[in-house]
């Protein structure tokens, strides 16, 4: 029920059932065809109808006025610096020697037969 409003839909079920009833309406004194005639050109709305015009009327209102309030609060002119890293020297590491070319690789221990 909540999403219904929130969506809008209550105004589309409430121009549904005006409709329904102005073609029933109309109907009764002419054919069908000048019945939809009259109930979808805008000429002869009925109470219901105003109702809800002015209803979507008050909703587009709020609705903007809290849309200009959003974006305002969004498009705030803000400064963003950004900085490149600092540049850091690069330290060099000794260097150990593990083997030498001159030595000799270590020796297995002797294995007892």
């Known amino acids: 029920m909540a999403l219904t409003f929130a969506l809008g839909l209550h105004w589309v079920i409430l ?11 109309y109907a009764q004194t002419a054919p069908l065809k000048t019945a939809l005639v009259k109930t979808f050109n805008g000429e002869h709305p009925c109470s219901l109808c105003k109702f809800v015009a002015t209803g979507k009327n008050s909703e587009k209102k709020q609705e903007t006025h809290k849309l200009l309030t959003k974006l305002d609060f969004f498009l ?38």
Do not use: F, N
């Open 76 to 113: 705030t002119p803000t400064r963003v610096a950004i900085y490149p890293p600092s540049p850091v020297p690069p330290q060099s590491e000794p260097v150990s020697r593990i083997d030498s070319p001159g030595e000799a690789p270590p020796t297995p221990p002797p294995r007892l037969a």
């Open 15 to 25: 121009q549904s059932v005006a409709w329904a009833t102005m073609v029933a309406s």
